[in-house]
């Protein structure tokens, strides 16, 4: 795995029941291999302009990243998980869209 895949990871509900779910690798986090990643949802009308970043069928990205339909890439939605509750990679975001994540979670935290 690497900054920019998108993986599915098991998400446990409430309910006790898992859930997998999307995110985006944005980094690794030392010394125990765990990964930075932020969340991926598909609720595109709770988009936080300028912050979160809309991945929708216009997007360049779109087919790249494996999601089924319009997406939000939650940018301030940030956990970090250890390898084993990751299911996999099912796609990547480009180098530009990494970036364009990192810079709008950089401003927001400035």
Do not use: N
């Amino acid at each position: 795995m690497k900054p920019g895949d998108v993986v599915r990871w098991a998400f446990v509900q409430g309910d006790g029941q898992r859930k997998f779910r999307p995110a985006i690798i944005l980094g690794e986090v030392p010394p125990y291999k765990d990964w930075l990643v932020c969340a991926v949802s598909s609720q595109v009308q709770r988009e936080v302009k300028g912050l979160d970043v809309l991945i929708d069928e216009r997007h360049p990205d779109f087919d790249r990243m494996g999601l089924r339909v319009p997406s939000l890439v939650r940018v301030a939605q940030l956990t970090t998980l250890p390898d084993k509750v990751i299911q996999g990679s099912i796609g990547e975001v480009s180098p530009a869209t990494l970036e364009q994540m990192k810079s709008r979670l950089r401003d927001w935290l400035s």
